[in-house]
């Protein structure tokens, strides 16, 4: 008989009756510190605990009284979609003297606290861990001075800590992505997006300055994300006599037509001397060499600023309700850790191993060991650091590879934001590998009309930051038109086939594999780079262009939401995209605080229809007097939204009104998101390179020509858990719902507990993939590089 899933089961009994968390944010403030300060308090109070606010960071712990409050459900209401820190942070001299953590000891004891949840930088971190190290002794020395009962020493004996990473820099190892680091990203993004209209209109150069004293990680993501011409980032300073290499890049950007360029220096740049590279030298020296016109735009706090973005919000609630999780499991012996992201997985690491490793990383750039810096970064740092050598850097045509092999880019489906990106890095490391690229308008329609041609390293130039798709994408699939798709196949030669689309683009690589029976133009390598809103593609946990339709999303409910505030008691039932696929309810519900999202996956009748509205009433009798509602287009073909919102205005009569509003389009529109455009680049870059890798091995020296017909030469390349892996489409045939058009088992579905609980329903969370105290690792499996964070 198998056994249960203990795990699985644990957390219907997991208490926290008797225990007092305290939840602080110290150090710098970032976008997204709100939303886990609110997940902390609902899933302690949700699990019984008392829960507590130090507002100030640990200088309000130090002084005590009224910094050190008791938090109610509703006093976490409506700051998810606040940036900064409404608990207030600073930096706190006093606390890092003995005397110090010796009255914050005392002011915890008496609230009887001996859990504590920091938000913060490595050096809060480090700080909690050591005040948790003293705790034995400071209670020894508060009983000495009578300022505690000789009792408490036992009961209050060990100090729980649990930490999680606040920072936009992204400088913490361990972790793929901190908190704050996304919203940091869409200000660069949102700001350089802006600034490429008025240097195109006057042919200038824009030096850009952003964040990151110690970390490059802002000015890598942001150069990869908007195409820059170069980057300088403190962990690989460039080589002596960059200054001349950086002037001909320019200028030869320049001479094919470019109207504009940009340049991105982390504010900690320095030269291979230890010697720092300002925005103002730089500005100077194109001024000086080529007499371009060129304007420095320093960037500063803007970048802490503003709303934090979906991605944020999301990841800062699943590390909320991980650290209390963490907090109710822990015991005396159990070393402090940090829950952290590995690809899509919570994972729970030793606090000081990774503190330390983020030490490591800043010795090798004081001895000038930039190689072993970026290593230490970790996969993805240094994953986008290769990436954008391979982009941004065009080889001349001497130095490439000549490998006589044509490979085909088309976008299959529907638009997503992010498809551009994806297309622009196929074709680049297509040419840098040596292949000739060709582009097909208009998906398999256009292919086998014949609307194929070449295209030029910079015919993509430009692309990374423009929606929808610019070589147009039809939902025709190729079963009907595999005679003239082959002849254009035979006509243009064309050795290889990437294609960039969703659901439609699964198909279509499963009728190619089928049709290669009669046809051996289709024995070439095909790969699959999933792009779709709706994040339905088998095979990959995500999907180019759900991050952008999520963000347009979360941005409508909170100017929804914000319009009912001067109201009150209204319900607002908002109809999301999808086809049968809930991902975007789900997750849009998660990020927006929505009070229950209905989605096909979990099937739902009157009863549960009825119980939402008792539970809107009973809300509009607290301080929170307004609801969100989410619905996915194809949930329940009864169900539907006029239903729901006709069902919720009756029986909401006297108590609440109702609103509606179906997003429809707006979904698929508007400019990528940081995300999606360094997703597309590096999962597009990297099926490129695994085309190269097919067309050597499956050449035929002998017949002069590519014939690859096995399972594993047609593949979908998808993020799945912490990893990005190629899987033959054939093998996963199994795994999908092809009437529905989704996969069969979808992780997210693991989100909806969280999204209740935050909402306040009673529900069971499944714990099973609640992260275990992991190690960290310093060379992880070379496919993991695959990180969900970019």
Not at 90 to 96: L, M, N, S
Not at 155 to 180: E, R
Not at 428 to 444: L, P, Q, T, W, Y
């Amino acid at each position: 008989m198998a056994q249960p899933d203990t795990k699985k089961i644990f957390f219907e009994n997991l208490s926290g009756a008797g225990k007092a968390i305290a939840v602080l944010t110290s150090g710098g403030d970032a976008q997204g510190m709100n939303a886990a300060v609110r997940a902390v308090v609902r899933m302690g109070l949700y699990v019984g605990a008392k829960v507590y606010f130090i507002h100030e960071g640990y200088q309000g712990m130090v002084d005590g009284g009224d910094n050190i409050r008791e938090a109610t459900w509703e006093t976490v209401s409506s700051m998810l979609q606040v940036g900064g820190t409404v608990i207030g942070s600073a930096r706190c001299k006093e606390f890092r003297s003995h005397e110090g953590r010796l009255k914050a000891a005392h002011n915890l004891l008496q609230r009887g606290i001996t859990n504590l949840c920091v938000i913060g930088g490595d050096g809060s971190l480090t700080g909690a861990n050591l005040f948790r190290e003293e705790w034995s002794g400071l209670l020894t020395e508060l009983v000495e001075q009578g300022l505690i009962e000789a009792d408490s020493v036992q009961k209050y004996s060990a100090l729980h800590i649990v930490g999680m990473v606040g920072s936009i820099d992204n400088d913490f190892c361990g972790t793929d992505m901190t908190i704050g680091t996304d919203s940091a990203l869409h200000r660069i993004i949102e700001v350089v997006d802006a600034i490429m209209t008025t240097a195109q209109s006057h042919q200038r150069t824009f030096v850009l300055e952003v964040m990151g004293r110690h970390c490059g990680y802002l000015a890598l993501v942001s150069a990869l994300a908007c195409g820059a011409d170069w980057v300088l980032i403190p962990e690989m300073p460039p080589e002596d006599g960059w200054e001349d290499k950086m002037c001909g890049k320019l200028s030869a950007t320049r001479s094919r037509g470019t109207r504009l360029n940009i340049i991105i220096v982390a504010e900690g740049a320095i030269n291979r001397h230890g010697k720092p590279i300002s925005s103002s030298y730089v500005k100077d020296l194109v001024v000086r060499n080529l007499g371009f016109d060129t304007r420095v735009t320093i960037l500063g706090h803007v970048q802490r600023g503003g709303t934090p973005s979906g991605f944020d919000r999301i990841l800062a609630s699943r590390m909320g309700v991980e650290a209390v999780l963490a907090l109710l499991e822990t015991t005396a012996n159990t070393p402090a850790c940090v829950v952290s992201l590995c690809g899509n997985q919570s994972v729970r690491l030793p606090l000081m191993e990774c503190v330390q490793m983020t030490q490591e990383v800043q010795k090798a750039m004081d001895n000038k060991r930039f190689e072993d810096a970026v290593k230490l970064r970790g996969r993805s740092f240094e994953n986008n650091l290769k990436t954008y050598k391979l982009l941004a850097h065009r080889k001349p045509e001497s130095e490439l590879p000549v490998s006589n092999f044509n490979v085909a880019v088309l976008n299959v489906g529907a638009p997503a934001a992010g498809m551009n990106a994806a297309v622009r890095s196929a074709v680049r490391v297509g040419i840098s590998e040596g292949h000739k690229m060709f582009a097909v308008n208009d998906g398999f329609e256009g292919f086998y009309k014949g609307q194929i041609k070449e295209i030029k390293w910079a015919d993509v130039g430009g692309w990374t930051g423009q929606g929808g798709s610019l070589l147009g994408t039809k939902r025709t699939l190729p079963a009907k038109h595999v005679e003239k798709i082959a002849e254009q196949m035979r006509k243009h030669n064309i050795n290889a086939l990437l294609i960039v689309g969703g659901f439609e683009a699964f198909l279509s690589l499963l009728e190619l594999f089928t049709a290669r029976g009669k046809h051996d133009e289709f024995c070439v390598p095909m790969v699959m780079v999933p792009a779709t809103v709706s994040n339905n593609v088998p095979g990959s946990d995500l999907s180019v262009g759900a991050d952008t339709a999520l963000n347009a999303i979360t941005t409508t409910c909170d100017r929804i939401k914000q319009s009912a505030s001067g109201t009150k008691r209204r319900v607002f039932i908002i109809e999301t995209m999808g086809g049968y696929c809930g991902y975007l309810a789900t997750v849009g519900g998660l990020a927006s605080g929505a009070d229950a999202a209905y989605i096909y996956e979990e099937p739902f009748d009157i009863r549960d229809l009825q119980a939402n509205v008792e539970h809107l009433t009973e809300k509009m009798k607290t301080s929170i007097q307004r609801g969100l509602v989410l619905r996915n287009e194809n949930s329940n073909e009864n169900y539907t939204t006029d239903f729901i919102y006709q069902l919720y205005s009756e029986e909401g009569r006297g108590v609440f009104d109702c609103r509606k509003n179906v997003l429809g389009h707006m979904q698929q529109g508007g400019a990528p998101s940081p995300f999606d455009r360094n997703f597309g680049t590096k999962i597009s870059a990297k099926a490129m390179q695994w085309v190269t890798k097919k067309l050597v091995e499956t050449f035929r020296h002998d017949e002069g020509r590519v014939f690859a017909n096995s399972e594993d030469s047609c593949c979908l390349l998808g993020m799945r858990r912490r990893a990005l892996i190629f899987q033959p489409v054939v093998q996963l045939k199994d795994e999908t719902d092809f009437i529905h058009r989704i996969p069969k088992e979808q992780w997210w579905l693991k989100l909806r507990p969280l999204m209740k609980i935050l909402a306040k329903y009673k529900t069971s969370y499944d714990v099973s993939d609640s992260g275990q105290l992991e190690h960290v690792v310093h060379n992880q499996p070379k496919e993991s590089d695959a990180s969900v964070a970019m």
